[in-house]
C-alpha cells in the first residue's frame, strides 16, 4: 500500500498540548519525539505521556511515530519498551550508522511485544550513516528488520561535518543523493531534513522543491506552519497527473499493446514511464482520499 509521506511534523514528547493539537493538523506523519526536544530531567514523564497519547489514538489518518533516544544512551532502552507497547506504526531510531542498529532494535521491538505492524525508520545523521547507506537499507530485504524510512538528520550531519548550513546546500547535496539512491535501490521511502529558518517561507519552498527533485518522498518538519508547504511541494501537481493518465492510456491502447516505446505529443515514451505514471496516480489518489 502507497501511503503518502508528503510532510511529518515533530511534535515534542513533553508537551500535552502540542500532542493534542496534532491530532487534527493536516501532516502525513507525526513524530512524537523523546530526543532533542526533551530536557533531560522531562524524559521520564515525556515517555509515559507518549505512550498513553499513542494508546489513546485519535489521530485518523496520520502515522504516529515515537523518535526515541539512542539505545546506547541512558534512556533509550526503555524509550523503545514503552514505546513498542503502545504500539505505534512505527519507532524512529536516532544516530542509526550500521546495519547492525536496524537489526538489533528489530530484535528490541520483538522482545518488547511490539506488533507486526511497528516499523522502523532511521535517522542518518552521521558521515558514517551515509557511507553505510546502502548496507543499512539492505536490510529492509529481511521482512524482520522492519525497515521502512530513512530520514534525514542534516542538521547532525553538518554539525559532524563541519559542512556549512548555505542556501541551496551544495556542501551536502552528494550525501543527500547517495542515501536517495540507497533507499531507491532496496525498497526504502525516504524524507529530507528540517528546514530550520521559521520566517522564510520562501527558503522553505525551495528546499522542498529541492527535496522533491532530488527524489525524496516528504521532508520532516518543525512547525505546522510549515505542512501546507510541504504537502502541495510533494504531492503530484494537476498537469503531472494528467500527463501521467495519459500515458497509461496511451500504452493500454491495442496498437501499442507490445510496443516498449512510444510516441506521444512529440515525446518518446518508454514502458518505465507507465511505471512511474501509475506510481503518480497512485500517490495522488491517495493523497484526494486523505484530504
Not at 507518549?50 to 489521530?59: I, P
Not at 522502523?120 to 546502502?134: F, G, K, Q, R, Y
Not at 521511502?189 to 528546499?207: S, T
Request: hydrophobic share 45%.
Amino acid at each position: 500500500m502507497i501511503r503518502p509521506r508528503r510532510s511529518a511534523l515533530y511534535m515534542p514528547g513533553s508537551n500535552a498540548r502540542a500532542i493534542e493539537k496534532a491530532r487534527s493538523l493536516p501532516a502525513d506523519a507525526i513524530i512524537l519525539d523523546l530526543e532533542d526536544s526533551v530536557a533531560s530531567d522531562q524524559k521520564s514523564g515525556a515517555r509515559e505521556q507518549v505512550a498513553s497519547a499513542v494508546r489513546a489514538g485519535g489521530f485518523g489518518h496520520r502515522e504516529i511515530v515515537v523518535r526515541i533516544n539512542a539505545l546506547n544512551s541512558e534512556w533509550g532502552r526503555e524509550d523503545l519498551a514503552q514505546a513498542a507497547s503502545a504500539g505505534p506504526d512505527a519507532i524512529l531510531l536516532p544516530k542509526v550508522s550500521t546495519p547492525g542498529d536496524i537489526t538489533m532494535a528489530a530484535r528490541a521491538l520483538v522482545e518488547a511485544g511490539a506488533p507486526e505492524r511497528t516499523r522502523i525508520w532511521a535517522m542518518l545523521e552521521t558521515p558514517l550513516a551515509i557511507l553505510n547507506s546502502d548496507s543499512i537499507a539492505r536490510t529492509a530485504a529481511d521482512p524482520a528488520a522492519r525497515l521502512d524510512v530513512f530520514i534525514m538528520g542534516t542538521n547532525d550531519i553538518a554539525k559532524e561535518t563541519r559542512a556549512r548550513m548555505v542556501p541551496g546546500r551544495g556542501p551536502m547535496l552528494s550525501w543527500l543523493s547517495t542515501c536517495v539512491l540507497a533507499a531507491r535501490a532496496h525498497g526504502v521511502d525516504i524524507l529530507d531534513g528540517v528546514y530550520n529558518e521559521l520566517a522564510n517561507p520562501d527558503g522553505l519552498r525551495n528546499e522542498c522543491a529541492q527535496g522533491r527533485d532530488l527524489g525524496m518522498d516528504g521532508k520532516t518538519l518543525i512547525h505546522p506552519n510549515q505542512i501546507a508547504t510541504a504537502n502541495e511541494i510533494f504531492a503530484a501537481q494537476d498537469d503531472e497527473v494528467e500527463w501521467a493518465r495519459r500515458v497509461i492510456a496511451a500504452f493500454e491502447l491495442p496498437e501499442n499493446a507490445s510496443r516498449g516505446a512510444i510516441s506521444l505529443d512529440g515525446k518518446m515514451v518508454e514502458r518505465l514511464h507507465a511505471e512511474m505514471a501509475g506510481r503518480t496516480i497512485a500517490i495522488a489518489e491517495a493523497v484526494a482520499r486523505r484530504d
